[in-house]
């Protein structure tokens, strides 16, 4: 049995307000995307890494993959969409339906391998699964942004993160049957039409680079 990783590197970076992507943005002297995939190279229970890049970077990512020697590694070129650039990601990969495939959102730089290892054994077991956070903030209806219409109860609320790792023959089939779905994310797509996804803790480091405002919360991990 083999375990796959997908890493998402084709965002279009719409509210992240400077002169390159942030994908390729400088995060403490290195380019975001670096971060994830060298943890995912480094995994001791990561087979192969399919990175889905956009045209516009595809260069820069190739010459990193080259320069460090990443034999494992292959690039794809994405969709329109992220659910789009997952299925791209899937074409690349020659999986049994046992397989796992761990996918990965680029923008989430500080990826370790112990949140790797927790989410891919949790997939063999489980089929499907999420890192995820639980629910710290109070947690309030808006008013059309402009007054507080309610509080709802965060008992049961979390805040899904990636890594999301499944099996072949599930999230191959989620994507299938999920034609004229567009989802956020794959556990979202999974759970609206095969099954449940089990819930793995995640971590705090694990924050989406989405705006500027969120280089330095990142660089504080990062030693």
Known sequence: ?????????????????????????????????????????????????????????????LDFINENKLNNVHLCLGGATRQLSVEEGLKCINADPDDIVLIHDGARPLLDEEVIERTVEAANSAGAVTTFLPMEDTVAFSDFEEH???????????????????????????????????ATDDCSLVMRTLMQVKLVPGSKKLAKLTTIEDVNYLETFIK
């Not at 719409?14 to 995912?40: D, H, I, M």
């Not at 609320?157 to 567009?182: C, G, M, N, R």
């Open 1 to 61: 049995m083999k375990t796959f990783a997908i890493l998402l590197v084709a965002g279009k970076s719409t509210r992240f307000e400077n002169n390159v992507s942030k994908q390729v943005f400088l995060l403490k002297g290195k380019p975001v995307f670096s971060y994830p995939l060298l943890a995912l190279a480094k995994s001791k229970v990561i087979d192969e890494i399919i990175v889905v890049s956009d045209g516009e970077n595809e260069v820069k990512i």
């Open 148 to 182: 507080i219409a309610g509080f709802a109860d965060r008992t049961n609320l979390v805040k899904i993160q990636t890594p999301q790792a499944f099996k072949y023959a599930v999230i191959s089939e989620a994507h299938k049957l999920a034609t004229d779905t567009q």
